[in-house]
DNA sequence: CACCCACCCC
């Protein structure tokens, strides 16, 4: 065994002093007190002669071995002490007392050479060869300052010196927490595993729950790689043995398992601890709630929020932040702000801040109710809450007024921003290029953009994801690659959105090869497609007539583990439907439904598209009435709009108005192209008061024309001179503050 | 506890 000699640390010679103390104060040099005269008889005579001094054989053993401690501890110096213990250990009738004086050895020597564990190695490896048992406090000793001098293997070999009688909780946690602290967590582990056994002679205590939970869930090892099932697997065993994680700790690993995902393990551990009794703070609440709000397992929040309650955790504002973030989510607005009334009128005794106002603005605004968002902004600022709007305030605002289409509200809150401390920041910019892109204004978007990056706001990938789907929209893909390879350039890596956003838009532009190409890219830089990006490209090689490549990706798509869904299903059916290959397309339904997977409304669609194309009507209105009464798919507007379309080619205009009848009478919503079929074959009878009649449902419906009702009805009414009826229609749009 | 990006089938 080599021995280290590295000096020891200041907190440890701290430690040995304070341990080394005599806990009685030293008695006064009484003769008639037995140990006062053994010390003055030892002080008095030469070490040399004590063996035959009977005088002093017989005060030593009517003596205590916690007598001969003290006594050991006031002798001149560890030389001394050694020379005593040496006389000890070879008295037999006093060698009992060795292991005490021993003690007493050490302590001298560490007050004398405070930094050389080395010489303490020395005397613990002699005090081993001739077999003095070491006790459990001269093991304490050693091990402290062993594992102060990083000297683990020593610190081991000590606490295996002590016997397993003596050896008490005490000195293995200081061995845990040093085999911990230098980062042996197998070894540490396997300590805590002994004292964990059932009938373990070291049984833990609340400083091992510390020192074992400290050392996993602190930053400085990262956990030792420990997974969360390991975690919880020693928490519940603490818990066994009566010791449950609470406090600080408890919080730590509660986070950790939301973080990880690990939900129903931070349930399990969090309930645990609420029942046993261990301080459960509000934080580990907070966590544990806010992840469950994102799985929206609502259930377990509400019962989470009522133990709160039982067991006298006070919410705080976090609390009522995650309750007031939820109720937005599933759009019970009103709600939500009946909790920031509550808080504001001091009944839950806090106040809101910036972050609950916040929630509460995006949440108005996520459900169209931006007005509302902007007048909370005004309140904010008359309130006396010291919550003054700031950056993220006017983001969810701006998003909210430019996901409406209100682009120019967006814009003066975007450029009211400036006057804030913190101003625009590149949510601002991504939040209002994404409307602008959305509704068209490319160029505009390209404007602003160029004009904050003079101003040193550079965009990042969520910007340039904005400017490609707005170009490959337009249909400009050389302009979306060039600025993919711009991205590249700044320094923005390309994520897993980009790539979908490139290879949608390659493929809707028909641009197979290229949307490969990018798809090869993507799993270059670690992505791979998912479920939907591959329904998109074999959708793309479908609609090119390439059977063969679309087949090839279904192959791939199998072998990386995902199942063709009802979306694959359909387009494989849509696709032999367009070709009026029924037989394939019923082929291909069969496996759906063997796969488990039910047609669904677009299965339907397709076949019934099919058979109008292929001119069978009457194929496709049985279809559509075993749908209405065989299957659970009740048609929507898209299979009425199919038919109705079909029976207006085929001139029967009368079939198409009753099916339109039919809608209504089901519930089923008119759109823009149930109303262009319609005023098609209308226009083809000349059955213009009828179509007058349908523009004013569709203008009172709201229902938007476009580009093809307007061309239609344009050409038509002018001809037919009622002009004056189609500018009323135009008219009532723009009176419900709609742009036609 | 708050703000920005993507997509499939009729």
Redesign the pocket.
Known sequence: MRLSLKPLKPPAAATLRRFSADPHGTPPADPSCPISETLSLLQTSDPISWPANSTLADLLSSLSPPSVLKITRQLPGSQNALQFFEYLKSSPHLSDSAPFAFQAVLELVMRENPNSPGKLYELFAMAKEQNTPLSVNAGTLLIMCFSNANMLEEMVMVLDAIDTQVRNTHVVNLVVFGLFNLGRFPAALKLVDKMLQPGASNPPNGRTLRIVFSSILGKKHRGGDLGDEEIYDLFLRFSENGLCLGGYWLTHMISRFCRNGNCDTAWNALQKAMNSGSVVEVFPC??LL?RLGQQRDYTRMNLLMNEMKEKGITPT??T???M??NLCKIRRLDEALEVLEKMRDGEAGIEP????Y??LI?GLC?VGRQEDGLRLMETMRSSETKCEP????Y??LI?GFC?VGDIDMGRELFEQMSNLDEGV????L??ML?GMC?VGRVSSAMELFSRMREKGLEG????Y??LI?AFC?ANNIEKAMDLFDEMKENGCTP????Y??LI?GFTRAGRMNDAMEIKSKMEEAGFSL????Y??MI?GFCRKNKIGNASELLTEMEIAGLNP???????LI?YF??KGDFKHAQKVMKKMVDDGLSP???????L???YCMKGSLSAAMRLFTDMKSTSKVPP?T??YN?LIDSHCKEDNVEGALSLMDEMRDHGVKLNTTTYNALFKGLQQRNWSKKALQLMKQMSKQECMPDYVTMEILTEWLSAAGETEKLKEFVRSYRASNLTV
Request: net charge negative; proline share 0%; glycine share 8%.
């Open positions: 907070n966590f806010s504002v976090v009522y932040g995650i007031i973030k801040d910036i972050v609950i916040n929630t995006d996520k700031n950056t993220v305030t983001n969810c998003d996901k920041n590149i949510i601002s991504n939040a994404g959305r990042n990938t969520v910007t994801t904005a789907t929209g994520d897993a959105i980009i979908y956003t949608s998912d479920i939907i990006g329904n998109i959708g869904d009802r979306v694959t299903y359909n387009t849509s439907c367009d669904t409304v677009v299965t339907y669609g397709a019934i598209q099919g929507n898209v299979i199919i």
